[in-house]
């Protein structure tokens, strides 16, 4: 992987580029601004918008193989090893559980990925970031494979203000913090934030789905995008998109990076393109 090479298409002049630190560095997103932490999202999507689809032998949603690449991964790590947090979800947690998803909640202790491990520990970053789960009904379990780490990792649990405070008490005996961050249900952007920041949180990455992402983006918290743009057509009638919710006013995106894969270890090209989030007042 350290030797794949990319055409970066933008910014110009167009030029080869290693894909190896491409986001940890040239266009990365780890920022130490001391008023607002930056938060960040990435994605995999199909050329016609598909991020998830069922199949015949897999009536669930999921992400499809053919969307998955050993070059992607590698950029997902480089975007997660900038995290001082993680934001992830209920639903990840059960689908952990059930061993139908492995554990993203920590970098893999792989020495392909030893370079990543390297880069937190000279910037004064705990080995892994740590970890805010959101969740509404806030009725998940916390894996073994989640536990391994928690000696180093913290673990909070975000929900709105609504929920019934009995669904909270179990997490406070285990010793997790739960940030009440939006007036109903939900979690929403701005309060969620707000008490990150006030922990001291700087660089926070989305590691969730197109609910939050859509809650993030309405509450004009996203600050950068990251897309990965597989060269496939999937179709199908049940999909999902980035996006899950009412309609937004437009968050304008502009493009920090376009690099093109002409071929990766799936067989398909994929764009890997980054983008700045800007709100209209
Ligand atoms: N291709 C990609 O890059 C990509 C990335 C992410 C996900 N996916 C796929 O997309 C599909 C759907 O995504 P998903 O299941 O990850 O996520 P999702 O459908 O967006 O959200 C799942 C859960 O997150 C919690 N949640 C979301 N927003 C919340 C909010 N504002 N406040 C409180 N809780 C909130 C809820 O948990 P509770 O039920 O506990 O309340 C909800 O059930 C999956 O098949 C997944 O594999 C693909």
New binding site residues.
């Given amino acids: 992987m350290s030797a794949k090479r990319l055409l970066r298409l933008f910014p110009l002049p167009c030029a080869e580029t290693g894909l190896n630190n491409i986001y940890l560095e040239e266009f990365g997103w780890h920022r130490s601004d001391p008023d607002k932490p930056v938060v960040a999202a990435?994605?995999?999507?199909s050329l016609d918008g598909r991020?998830?689809v069922t199949s015949p032998t897999d009536p669930g949603?999921?992400?499809p193989d053919s969307?998955t690449s050993r070059e992607d991964f590698r950029l997902f790590l480089e975007l997660h090893a900038q995290a001082d947090c993680l934001v992830t979800?209920?639903?990840?947690l059960r689908k952990l559980e059930d061993g139908k998803?492995g554990n993203i909640l920590r970098l893999p202790d792989e020495p392909e990925f030893s370079d990543l491990y390297a880069w937190r520990r000279e910037r004064g970053l705990a080995p892994c970031p740590d970890i805010v789960i959101?969740?509404?009904?806030?009725?998940?379990p916390l894996p073994s494979s989640v536990k391994k780490g928690s000696t180093e990792q913290k673990f909070y649990v975000?929900?709105?203000k609504a929920t019934d405070q009995a669904l909270h008490d179990p997490w406070h005996r285990r010793g997790l913090e739960v940030l009440q961050a939006?007036s109903s249900?939900?979690?929403?952007g701005g309060p969620l934030v707000a008490e990150l920041a006030r922990r001291g949180y700087r660089n926070i990455y989305l590691v969730?789905?197109?609910?939050?992402l859509h809650?993030m983006i309405r509450d004009r918290q996203l600050d950068k995008l990251y897309i990965s743009v597989s060269h496939q057509l999937l179709g199908g009638m049940d999909f999902?998109t980035m996006l899950?919710g009412e309609p937004l006013k437009p968050c304008r995106l502009r493009l920090n990076s376009l690099l093109l894969d002409k071929s990766s270890d799936n067989g398909f090209g994929q764009f890997f393109t980054s983008f700045e989030c800007t709100y209209d007042e």
């Fill in positions: 990435n994605f995999v999507t991020i998830a949603m999921g992400l969307l979800h209920g639903e990840y998803l959101a969740s509404s009904s806030m009725v998940f975000a929900t709105g939006g249900f939900a979690v929403e969730a789905g197109p609910k939050m809650t999902k899950d």
